[in-house]
């Protein structure tokens, strides 16, 4: 899969989970802008609906396209993104075959769970 750079149209933010205490002894835990943001490509892959418990739950899996380099190969699927708004769950990263090290590509969803 080639990557064409013009297709890099979006800012996405990485963000990591941050954990704290509560004061009362409690592991709380949040998500933090992990580096700064970088240009990316956006492609939807599939959308599921499901009902449970009364309501309709939707959710979007998408594939992004990301520069590589050494802030974006120490990502891991324990982080999130952040695209348009919108926060994505990683499910999973993987280098772009051509070219070499050029690009990777990471799998999210985003939506009701």
């Known amino acids: ?3 064409n750079v013009a297709r890099l149209d979006r800012r996405v933010q990485f963000l990591r989970a941050v954990t704290g205490d509560d004061g009362f002894g409690n592991v709380t835990l949040s998500w933090a802008a992990h580096g700064g943001t970088v240009w990316a490509s956006r492609k939807d892959i599939s959308d599921a609906e499901q009902v ?3 309501r309709v739950l939707a959710t979007v899996t998408a ?3 990301v520069r590589h380099s050494s802030f974006s190969a120490g990502l891991t699927p324990a982080d999130r993104l952040s695209c348009d708004g919108a ?3 990683i499910e999973g990263i993987k280098e772009v075959s051509a070219p070499r090290r050029g690009f990777l590509e990471v799998t999210a969803t985003k939506g009701a769970v």
């Open 63 to 65: 594939r992004f396209v």
């Open 87 to 89: 926060t994505w769950e």
């Open 52 to 54: 449970a418990a009364g």
């Open 1 to 3: 899969m080639a990557v």
